[in-house]
């Protein structure tokens, strides 16, 4: 199945003006004005005795589909952990005593939940972001899911059959264009259809929401 890939925001952490160490958004004011979502925090380590917690992180937490999938729907924030270190503002928030870390937090810019080193497990963490997830959308995070891995299965099976095409037309020794191009146009039909009712889905789920403004 066709994975959704995270595309993290690396801000600078405001350190200075209009500070509330007990709202994330005051942080990443940059991130936070983007929408309303929660945050999931992932604040990363280079150092040699982490590698190993790195590569679980990255080859497990972050290609669950349930992570990635659900993560859709939160602002995503990447941050060294030389940005957020003893005697930062918003220390108490995402600090700790381990690196990587991974930190959810709500809409509202409370902290939700967070684990650290060898604790950083899918299940952790996608339990704290169906919490988060729950105080701003009405639709479960379960549900975005499942919904979605639908739309996904659909996208592989397009993608599949346009590959098997371009197959077809490659090793043919008989010159079928009209009936090639039919294929096509019934191919791309079908992915806008997809793609349309994937926009549909998205477009419910962000604007379905509680309110959750402080």
């Given amino acids: ?3 959704m890939s995270f595309k993290w925001d690396e801000p600078k952490l405001n350190g200075y003006d209009k500070i509330n160490p007990e709202d994330f958004r005051t942080a990443v004011p940059e991130v936070a004005t983007q929408g309303e979502k929660p945050f999931i925090v992932f604040v990363t380590s280079d150092l040699p005795d982490d590698d190993q917690e790195m590569k ?3 080859s497990t937490v972050l290609l669950d589909e349930g992570v990635s999938i659900g993560a859709t729907l939160f602002h995503q924030v990447k941050l060294t952990a030389s940005k957020v270190k003893e005697g930062n503002p918003f220390w108490k928030m995402i600090g700790g005593k ?3 870390r991974m930190i959810v937090i709500d809409a509202n810019g409370a902290k939700v939940g967070a684990v650290e080193g060898k604790d950083v497990t899918t299940t952790k963490i996608y339990g704290f972001m169906k919490k988060a997830a729950s105080r701003t959308y009405k639709t479960d995070l379960e549900t975005v899911v499942k919904e979605t891995k639908t739309i996904l299965t659909e996208i592989d099976q397009i993608e599949a059959k346009r590959t098997a095409l ?3 037309k490659s090793s043919s020794t008989q010159q079928k264009e009209a009936e090639w191009a ?3 146009k019934a191919l791309d039909a079908q992915m806008k259809a997809v793609e349309a009712r994937e926009l549909a889905l998205k477009k419910k789920w962000t604007e379905d929401k509680k309110v959750t403004k402080a």
Avoid: D, G, S, Y
């Fill in 166 to 168: 371009q197959t077809k």
């Fill in 56 to 58: 679980n992180i990255n």
């Fill in 1 to 3: 199945m066709a994975r």
């Fill in 182 to 184: 039919k294929e096509e």
């Fill in 98 to 100: 381990e690196l990587p």
